[in-house]
Nanobody, 124 residues
């Protein structure tokens, strides 16, 4: 059984930094794509950043240059370092993994396992 467990997140002032991490069991990030999505109240769940099984990364335009996704295959963990945070980054952040072998899927329906999410709140 595949399980994804997120940690990190919390409350930070605008301009600050936070990091979130996601450790997987039952599936290896060295062989599967992974991504961070976020969902704010009343909005759809959108991709923030993703990494393919072979290390290619994708960033949404809204976070490009501010967020960095990395992966540690030995720890089977992905990380999202979030800098220069803005109030509009406030959301629940979800880790997900996809069986896709082609790049980084950007739609939520391409991901078959999800974590429970972790809250990130950016105050103005």
């Amino acid at each position: 059984q595949v399980q994804l467990v997120e940690s990190g997140g919390g409350l930070v002032q605008a301009g600050g930094s936070l990091s979130v991490s996601c450790v997987a069991s039952g599936r290896s990030f060295s062989s599967y794509a992974a991504a961070w999505f976020r969902q704010a109240p009343g909005k759809e769940r959108d991709i923030v950043a993703g990494i393919s099984w072979n290390g290619r990364t994708y960033y949404s335009d809204s976070v490009k240059g501010r967020f960095t996704l990395s992966k540690d295959n030995a720890k089977n963990t992905i990380y999202l370092q979030m800098n220069s945070l803005k109030p509009e980054d406030t959301a629940v952040y979800y880790c997900a993994t996809s069986p896709s072998r082609i790049g980084v899927p950007t739609v939520a329906s391409s991901y078959d396992y999800w974590g429970r999410g972790t809250q990130v709140t950016v105050s103005s």
